[in-house]
């Protein structure tokens, strides 16, 4: 079954500080990976997306890495501000038959 | 501005009733996708659509009905609604060009 696995499940971070999040997956065969940003009571928002040879993508304060070898992805946020507090979802895509398969969430908490 | 947009956003009904929750598109995208999100899951697909009168099951496809009549247009209809059917529901379309995935703000619904 293609899974998804996200940690930390929630994070509390203070405002200026760095943060990671990780993003494990078993899916096959490999399409593209992508993060999503979730504000809470709105719906997800597309922060990057990455194929299989593309190994680091940026959006702003926001990088995102790709391992395909070892079928691991991480978010990485720079400097945190209080917009940055929501919900990032890992999302994965099947090759060949426009399934996604979606991680739970990492909750992010950014306080002053 | 061109976009997702879900009606309504918040609903309340009883057990027994049908709802219907509205998605439009104004891309003219080919596919559009509905899924329900719940606290301890990722967001799971109910039904997909490749093409107007083109419809397919998703992961939980139990106890909703879609239908495609016009491009723009993808209704989700719960014939009898169900307590386990309480959650948010997006509509999503992806970009045909970067597949970038769009999720529309939600419809929050609540089955008493």
């Known amino acids: 079954k293609n899974q998804v696995e996200q940690s930390p499940q929630s994070l509390i971070i203070l405002e200026g500080k760095n943060c990671t999040l990780q993003?494990?997956?078993?899916?096959?065969?490999?399409?593209?990976l992508r993060w999503y940003k979730q504000d809470t009571g709105r719906g997800p928002v597309s922060l990057t997306i990455?194929?299989?040879?593309?190994n680091t993508k940026s959006n702003g304060r926001y990088t995102a890495t790709l391992d395909a070898d070892t079928k691991q992805s991480s978010l990485h946020i720079t400097a945190s501000q209080l917009s940055d507090s929501a919900s990032y979802i890992c999302?994965?895509?099947?090759?060949?038959?426009?399934?996604?398969?979606f991680g739970k969430g990492n909750q992010v908490v950014v306080i002053p | 501005d061109a976009g997702i947009t879900q009606s309504p956003r918040y609903k309340i009904t009883e057990t027994g009733r049908q709802v219907t929750l509205m998605c439009h598109q104004t891309?003219?995208?080919?596919?559009m996708f509905w899924y329900r999100q719940d606290l301890g899951h990722g967001l799971r697909l109910i039904y997909y659509?490749?093409?107007?009168?083109?419809?397919d099951k998703g992961e939980v496809p139990d106890g909703y009905v879609v239908s495609r009549s016009k491009t723009e247009n993808f209704p989700l209809t719960l014939e009898s609604a169900t307590r386990s059917q309480t959650s948010v529901y997006f509509c999503?379309?992806?970009?045909?060009?970067?597949?970038?995935?769009?999720f529309g703000e939600g419809s929050r619904l609540t089955v008493l």
């Open positions: 999302v994965v895509s099947v090759y060949g038959n426009n399934r996604l398969a």
């Open positions: 993003c494990n997956y078993t899916v096959s065969p490999f399409s593209n």
């Open positions: 990455m194929t299989f040879s593309e």
């Open positions: 891309w003219s995208h080919s596919y």
């Open positions: 659509s490749a093409a107007a009168d083109i419809t």
């Open positions: 999503a379309s992806p970009d045909r060009d970067t597949g970038e995935l769009f």
